[in-house]
């Protein structure tokens, strides 16, 4: 089964600064990764998908990336609302799925 | 617009069968396309997201293997729901569980989420 890793735990950012999030997969079934946004006591929330597909609604100032198995969202200039914990989703095997242990941005 | 609402009891005794329901709302679980799954996912307390199985409306499932010896996932479609039952369940079985459609393209992603229900086990 894949696994992924993500870094950093926390990333402690100001308002207004980019924010880099990444994810690694033990091995890879796929070049690209989802990414969510959790706000406490909220479900997660699709951000991005596929090479680099926003889903309907989210703003253009997040964005994600992949290459092999690395896969990364940025958050180009957080807003007050950003702050919140961010999960990386991939492939666990042919047909199995698994979620990366979290980033928490904070401020 | 599509909207997913979880439904069970909050409340489990350990050794017993936890049963969820998901009612889908602004669309047919039936009638969607084969690229749409209906999954639930599981979060315990203060801890990340686990996939717990998926289901297509042709009745195709997906298990965690981690759970599969007690899991099963089932599509109503008279009810336009689909259902959790896991059994003989322990103390690391409490989490809010959360109902979702996946897509089943690129990675298989997650785009609409029940707001999730607390399922304590507890004597």
């Known amino acids: 089964e894949i696994v992924l890793t993500q870094s950093p735990g926390t990333l402690s950012l100001s308002p207004g600064e980019r924010a880099t999030l990444s994810c690694r997969a033990s091995?890879?079934?796929?070049?690209?990764a989802a990414w969510y946004q959790q706000k406490p006591g909220q479900a997660p929330r699709l951000l991005t998908y596929g090479t680099s597909s926003r889903a309907p609604g989210v703003p253009d100032r997040f964005s994600g990336s992949g290459s092999g198995a690395d896969f990364t969202l940025t958050i180009a200039g957080l807003e007050p609302e950003d702050f919140a914990v961010y999960y990386c989703?991939?492939?666990?095997?042919?047909?199995?799925?698994?979620f990366g242990p979290g980033t928490k941005v904070e401020i | 617009q599509l909207q997913l609402r979880e439904s069970g009891p909050g409340l489990v005794k350990p050794s017993e069968t936890l049963s969820l329901a998901c009612s889908v709302s602004g669309g047919s679980i039936s009638s969607s396309p084969t690229t749409y799954y209906w999954a639930w996912i599981r979060q315990p307390p203060g801890k990340g997201l686990e996939w717990i199985g998926s289901i297509h409306s042709g009745g195709n499932t997906y298990y965690s293997s981690s759970l599969r010896s007690r899991v099963a996932i089932s599509v109503d479609s008279s009810k336009n729901q689909f259902t959790l039952t896991l059994t003989s369940v322990t103390a690391a079985d409490t989490a809010t569980y959360y109902c979702?459609?996946?897509?089943?393209?690129?990675?298989?992603?997650?785009?609409?989420w029940g707001q999730g229900t607390l399922v304590n086990v507890s004597s």
């Open positions: 091995q890879t079934l796929s070049s690209n």
């Open positions: 989703q991939h492939l666990g095997s042919a047909v199995t799925w698994t």
């Open positions: 979702a459609r996946q897509t089943w393209t690129s990675v298989g992603f997650f785009d609409s």
